[in-house]
């Protein structure tokens, strides 16, 4: 069984062509800026969106613990040192006011959805990616059984990783990826840990791994303010992708807000931290800085053309 938080259909930028995306539930990082945090625990978490709820009263009845205080004037309140995170209110709420934020697939049932969307494929040279989360932090037994299963009917597929995994996970999944979408964010090691919670050296040492081991690497920098969004970071970052890697694109994607709400859904808001969006002009900065150092493959945003892959 999978743990999705998001089974995305015809989404566009998660590799080359049209692909179906499977956003898989948990995260060894924490990174600052995250956009999807319902996606960092293993196991799903009670998500609230309070513009849906019709004040019905229903969950606070189910509640085993009594986490849920139910108040006429302001609905339900969650005490998230009680909730055991059971879903049990979540599947009497009328109005999905009330979520878990992941579910969990079979591979038979996620195989469906993707020969469905196979047609897609054909037309836009596209396929599946994993996603996360950390799709190379799952229990790689069963990952092994779904990529088997995509190869199997001759699918392409992607793996969009951010390299935090142990060597062993990135080769098993090299021997089935197509290619990999990999993320990196920064190259200064104490800085790494500050802002994401980990160190980046095994992050790298992965990357090199990839590249003298031919896989197709499309690598991905979040452009962020206050974090790597200096000249000299963006500098010192491309000439070490010039001199260890070769990847057949660069995104430069420029750091955005949106999402940020999603840390008051699942009940931790003192997490949220937010950074300023580069300007335009930065990013074009930034496009400019990567090329100087050789990179001409480098753009900015993260929608890849077939045609650009080298
Ligand atoms: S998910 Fe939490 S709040 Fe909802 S019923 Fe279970 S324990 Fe109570
Ligand atoms: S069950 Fe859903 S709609 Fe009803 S009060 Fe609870 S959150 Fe609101």
């Known amino acids: 069984m999978y743990k999705l938080f998001d089974l995305q259909r015809l989404s566009m930028e998660n590799g080359p062509g049209l692909r179906t995306t499977l956003f898989f539930s948990g995260c060894p990082l924490r990174c600052a800026w995250c956009h999807n945090?319902?996606?960092?625990?293993?196991?799903?978490?009670?998500?609230?969106?309070?513009?849906?709820?019709?004040?019905?009263?229903?969950?606070?009845?189910?509640?085993?613990?009594?986490?849920?205080?139910?108040?006429?004037?302001?609905?339900?309140?969650?005490?998230?040192?009680?909730?055991?995170?059971?879903?049990?209110?979540?599947?009497?709420?009328?109005?999905?006011?009330?979520?878990?934020?992941?579910?969990t697939y079979s591979l038979e049932e996620i195989m469906h959805t993707v020969l469905r969307d196979r047609p897609f494929y054909d037309r836009s040279q596209g396929g599946v990616t994993f996603s996360g989360g950390e799709p190379l932090s799952q229990n790689m037994k069963n990952l092994e059984?779904?990529?088997?299963?995509?190869?199997?009917?001759?699918?392409?597929?992607?793996?969009?990783?951010?390299?935090?995994?142990?060597?062993?996970?990135?080769?098993?999944?090299?021997?089935?990826?197509?290619?990999?979408?990999?993320?990196?964010?920064?190259?200064d090691a104490e800085k790494h840990k500050e802002f994401i919670g980990s160190s980046n050296e095994r992050i790298l040492d992965n990357l090199i791994w990839l590249s003298n081991n031919g896989a197709v690497i499309h690598l991905r920098t979040p452009v962020i303010p206050g974090f790597n969004g200096s000249e000299e970071d963006l500098a010192s970052m491309?000439?070490?992708?010039?001199?260890?890697?070769?990847?057949?694109?660069?995104?430069?994607?420029?750091?955005?807000?949106?999402?940020?709400?999603?840390?008051?859904?699942?009940?931790?808001?003192?997490?949220?931290?937010?950074?300023?969006?580069?300007?335009?002009?930065?990013?074009?900065?930034?496009?400019?800085?990567?090329?100087?150092?050789?990179?001409?493959?480098?753009?900015?945003?993260?929608?890849?053309?077939?045609?650009?892959?080298?």
Not at 76 to 83: E, G, K, V
Request: glycine share 4%.
């Open 238 to 310: 491309a000439e070490w992708i010039a001199e260890n890697t070769n990847p057949s694109t660069i995104s430069l994607l420029p750091y955005h807000r949106f999402g940020s709400d999603k840390f008051d859904r699942i009940g931790i808001p003192d997490k949220k931290r937010l950074f300023e969006p580069p300007t335009t002009e930065f990013m074009q900065k930034a496009l400019e800085i990567y090329r100087s150092k050789g990179l001409q493959q480098t753009q900015i945003g993260g929608a890849i053309l077939v045609s650009n892959v080298i």
């Open 37 to 103: 945090p319902e996606g960092l625990y293993y196991n799903p978490v009670l998500m609230y969106f309070p513009d849906r709820c019709i004040q019905c009263a229903a969950c606070e009845h189910v509640c085993p613990v009594d986490a849920i205080s139910y108040n006429p004037e302001v609905g339900p309140t969650i005490d998230r040192a009680l909730c055991t995170n059971c879903g049990d209110c979540a599947a009497v709420c009328p109005t999905e006011s009330l979520v878990m934020s992941a579910k």
């Open 145 to 187: 059984e779904l990529m088997k299963a995509i190869k199997a009917e001759r699918i392409d597929l992607s793996i969009d990783t951010s390299g935090h995994v142990p060597l062993a996970n990135i080769q098993t999944a090299a021997k089935y990826a197509d290619s990999f979408l990999y993320d990196f964010k920064h190259l």
